[in-house]
T-cell receptor, first 115, second 111 residues
Framework: NAGVTQTPKFQVLKTGQSMTLQCAQD?????MYWYRQDPGMGLRLIYY???????DKGEVPNGYNVSRLNKREFSLRLESAAPSQTSVYFC??????????????FGPGTRLLVL | AQSVTQPDIHITVSEGASLELRCNYS??????LFWYVQSPGQGLQLLLK??????LVQGIKGFEAEFKRSQSSFNLRKPSVHWSDAAEYFC?????????FGDGTTLTVKP
């Protein structure tokens, strides 16, 4: 049981390049999330998927797109990377929808540097 | 909209001393409250959570937190801090499948 996995661990991009961050969970969770973490700003929600087939914007969606490929996988795409997107990106999942199950389980993070 | 405030950006305590990290939340109904810990270079890990019932909840690694509705607070405590507790701590409130996190408190432990 690997929990939540993310690839890649590190990435350096040039401004304007595109990339996709991958996330997968093996806990049969319904909901998945993408956050970015910047110093002194806690975690900010980019997009989330409450269930397979649905996605919704979070607090800071501009410059990102997501795909909920199936129940296990939730990818985050940067179409044209900008230096402001330099951050650490975390994927998380939760069973959700059931009382007592809203604990979020986090992946190890992807550290992205945009030059 | 729900919100979480962690008033202390950075706290330093001596090893063996007691610890209290503050968290205040804003939410209309009874919230689901969490404390997470993040070690350097790692993702967040759940320490403890409150949904209902006993307002004093116990977590892993000897941590506890007390829910005080009248003060809209959910402070994290530990009676004796260990050097391995040095990390960043996040308070969060959850509702409708989404969580809102505070900005975090960084704990430094002096030998």
């Amino acid at each position: 049981n690997a929990g939540v996995t993310q690839t890649p661990k590190f990435q350096v991009l040039k401004t304007g390049q595109s990339m996709t961050l991958q996330c997968a969970q093996d806990m049969n969770h319904n909901s998945m999330y993408w956050y970015r973490q910047d110093p002194g700003m806690g975690l900010r929600l980019i997009y989330y998927s409450a269930s397979e087939g649905t996605t919704d914007k979070g607090e800071v969606p501009n410059g990102y797109n997501v795909s909920r490929l199936n129940k296990r996988e939730f990818s985050l795409r940067l179409e044209s990377a900008a230096p402001s997107q330099t951050s650490v990106y975390f994927c998380a999942s939760t069973l959700a929808g059931v009382l007592g199950t809203e604990t979020q389980y986090f992946g190890p993070g992807t550290r992205l540097l945009v030059l | 909209a729900q919100s979480v405030t962690q008033p202390d950006i950075h706290i330093t305590v001596s090893e063996g001393a007691s610890l209290e990290l503050r968290c205040n939340y804003s939410y209309g109904a009874t919230p689901y409250l969490f404390w997470y810990v993040q070690s350097p270079g790692q993702g967040l890990q759940l320490l403890l959570k409150y949904f209902s019932g006993d307002t004093l909840v116990q977590g892993i690694k000897g941590f506890e937190a007390e829910f005080k509705r009248s003060q809209s607070s959910f402070n994290l405590r530990k009676p004796s801090v260990h050097w391995s507790d040095a990390a960043e701590y996040f308070c969060a409130v959850a509702s409708g499948g989404k969580s809102t996190f505070g900005d975090g408190t960084t704990l430094t432990v002096k030998p």
